[in-house]
C-alpha cells in the first residue's frame, strides 16, 4: 500500500459515499463519471480518475485490468480488506464485449486443482474466460 497521504477533501468524500451504496459491484471510471454527472455532482473527470487509483493504494478498491481494450474495473470492498474480499473472475464476450463477473465456489475449485495437480498458482485478477454470452449465442 502506498504511504501517500489521505487528503479529506469534500469529493473525496462524496465519492467513497457513493462507492459505499455498491459494495460488489464492478464499475469503470467511465461509470463513476456518469453518475456523477447525472447527480449534477461538481466533481471532475481527473479528480475521479485519481481518487479512484487513491483509493486503490489505500485497500479501498479492488482494481481489475481484463485487457488492453477494456477499461480496468473497481470494486469497493471497505478500508484495508482488499486483501481479504473475494476476488472473482471474470468472462468476456468476444462479440458485444460484455463482461460478467463470476463469483461461483467452482472456481475456486479450479484454483486449487491448478495448484495441486500442476503445481500452478492462478491470478484471479488478470484472469478472463472469453466466448460468448448468451445474448449473442441467441443471435446467431
Known amino acids: 500500500m502506498s504511504t501517500r497521504s489521505k487528503y479529506k477533501t469534500k469529493q473525496r468524500k ?6 459505499e451504496t455498491v459494495p460488489g459491484v464492478h464499475i469503470t471510471a467511465s461509470d463513476v463519471c456518469e453518475y456523477f454527472r ?3 455532482s461538481p466533481i471532475g473527470q481527473s479528480t475521479i480518475y485519481r481518487q479512484l487509483e487513491s483509493l486503490v493504494d489505500e485497500g479501498i ?3 481489475y485490468i481484463i485487457d488492453g481494450n477494456s477499461p480496468a474495473c473497481f470494486e469497493y470492498v471497505e478500508e484495508d480488506r482488499h486483501e481479504k474480499a473475494c476476488i472473482c473472475f471474470h468472462c468476456k ?3 458485444c464485449g460484455k ?6 465456489d467452482e472456481m475456486e475449485e479450479i484454483q486449487v486443482h491448478l495448484f495441486e495437480k500442476h503445481s500452478f ?3 484471479p485478477v488478470r484472469t478472463v474466460f472469453y466466448g460468448l454470452c448468451e445474448e449473442c449465442m441467441c443471435q446467431r
Open 14 to 19: 462524496i465519492l467513497i459515499d457513493y462507492l
Open 38 to 40: 447525472g447527480q449534477g
Open 61 to 63: 478498491l479492488n482494481k
Open 93 to 95: 464476450c468476444e462479440k
Open 99 to 104: 463482461l460478467i463477473h463470476l463469483h461461483c
Open 121 to 123: 498458482k492462478l491470478d
